[in-house]
Each structure stands twice: as C-alpha cells, then as structure tokens.
C-alpha cells in the first residue's frame, strides 16, 4: 500500500457501513488482522480511531465494503506518513465533544467521541457508541457531553496527583446549541461553543 494513491480522509464523509450490506464476504482472518493493526495504530493516531472503531463492529462476518472501507485507511495513513502530535507546556486542560445521532445503522445508537488537551496536542481521546438509545440529537450530544465531564474531573484529579494542579476552569467545547442550553439551566458544567 506504500505505492497507492492517498487520500485526505480516512473514511468517507456521513459513509454509513451496515452488516446486512449485500455485498460478498471476505476472509474474516485476513480482516481482524486488518482491524488489529489499525487497532494498535491509534494508540499514535487519534485520527484513524472513529473510523478504526467503525470497522471493529465488523469482525465477525465483513463484507468487501468494510475491506474497502479499512483500505481507504491505508491509503489515508500512507498519504499521511508525517503527521504526528506536537506536545507544547500548557496549563489549560481543554476538551470538545461531539456525537453523531443514531450513526449505527444496525442499532440505532449514536456514537459519542471527546478529546482533551492541555498545551497543544490531544493526550486523551474516545470515541464509542453510548449504552443506550438517545431519542433525538440534544440528547446524544448531552450524553456525549456528560460523558466528557467525568474524563475532564477524572483527568484533572490524575494530573494534580502527578503534581500539576490547577484551579483554571476546564473548557469542554460543544456544537449544539440546545445541548448548551440545557446544560446552563442544569448547572452540572459549563459548555463553550465549539470554533
């Protein structure tokens, strides 16, 4: 795949991937050697994980859409070969949330995903389908939200244990405006809009 043409993304804008795709089957050994390289490769790159984690829901019976997807993978990794994180001193622990409403075609659950950051790379990154059905988009961008609050109290403790306390407020940035309101009227934290 080092010799393939590049791509600028690693999975197609709202592509949407099913199991009850009518598509012929492919070699479920030669797939989840597939996904587990990729698997292990997001431990350096958080921008392969949604879409990494999209084809993990495939293992047991892929279709040759899901290979193509995981290809379209490869060729955004050899096309991006130099990218990486730089790490700068920082003292303000920043997130953003966000999720996509019912984004599993097979089950209808949304799938949630936050990163944070402190200085000028991410360090901590998610992103997983929610427990449970949300009923419309403010409830899966709140649960989404929810869910990065206890990463922002848990990940403020850990850094203060290692001693780098802070008493800065965590910045977690949402783009859903009613997901805000309801979390002012509540109080539990304080959402910015995200830019």
Not at 110 to 132: A, H
Request: hydrophobic share 35%; with cysteine; charged share 20%.
């Amino acid at each position: 795949m080092m010799d393939c043409k590049p791509t600028s993304t690693p999975m197609e804008v709202n592509h949407k991937l099913s199991m009850d795709d009518n598509m012929p089957d492919v070699d479920a050994k030669k797939y989840r050697k597939l996904v587990g390289s990729l698997i292990f490769l997001c431990n350096t790159r958080p921008d392969i994980c949604y879409a990494v984690g999209v084809l993990s829901r495939f293992s047991n019976k892929p279709k040759e859409s899901h290979w193509n997807a995981g290809m379209r993978i490869l060729r955004y990794i050899a096309g991006t070969l130099d990218f990486g994180i730089l790490y700068t001193t920082g003292d303000t622990l920043q997130g953003y949330c966000d999720s996509d409403w019912a984004g599993d075609c097979d089950s209808r659950k949304s799938v949630s995903g936050y990163c944070f950051s402190l200085g000028s790379g991410i360090f901590s990154w998610v992103s997983r389908k929610q427990p449970t059905l949300a009923l419309s988009s403010t409830e899966a961008e709140y649960k989404a939200a929810c869910f990065a609050s206890c990463e922002a109290v848990w990940l403020r403790r850990i850094l203060a244990d290692i001693g780098f306390p802070s008493n800065m407020p965590i910045v977690l940035k949402c783009d859903n405006q009613s997901c805000m309101a309801i979390a002012k009227r509540t109080q539990y934290f304080m959402l910015a809009p995200s830019t």
